[in-house]
């Protein structure tokens, strides 16, 4: 499969820098998939989960706030305002992961049909970490 590269950036520093498969965006209309070779467009971004596919046909989950999402053919760059991957080596981890996701979620001001999706999903990404 042909990659593309993928920046997530937020005020505090970078949350991913890779090559990747695919990645999946929460964007105002719903969530899109972008792949390599997509279409240039540049779209705000609202609270939820991006989903991340790599080489491996792994995902890696990251839960943002809000933010913009600027594609063109061979590269994406999402600029967030807060950010927390759901990743690590171990349980506690990504039990810390977790943790700090769920408590962005308590600050973030969206619809309650959003917040339970985005929930669903860092549960569903932790499971599959485990």
């Keep these: 499969m042909e990659k593309f590269k993928l920046e997530i950036l937020t005020p505090n520093g970078q949350i991913y820098d890779g090559d990747v498969v695919s990645v999946t965006l929460p964007g105002e209309e719903g969530e899109f998939g972008v792949l390599a070779h997509h279409a240039s467009l540049t779209t705000l971004l609202t609270s939820g989960v991006i989903d991340i596919e790599k080489e491996d046909k792994k995902i890696e989950s990251v839960l943002i706030n809000w933010g913009v999402a600027q594609v063109d053919e061979e590269k994406v760059v999402v600029l967030v305002e807060g950010a ?3 990743r690590g080596e171990s349980e506690s981890e990504i039990s810390k992961a977790l943790e700090e996701a769920k408590a962005m979620l308590d600050d973030i001001a ?5 917040i339970a999706s985005a929930s669903a999903k860092l549960e569903t ?3 599959n970490l485990l």
Aim: charge should be neutral.
């Design 84 to 86: 927390v991957a759901i």
């Design 110 to 114: 969206d619809s309650g049909v959003a």
């Design 125 to 127: 990404a932790a499971k």
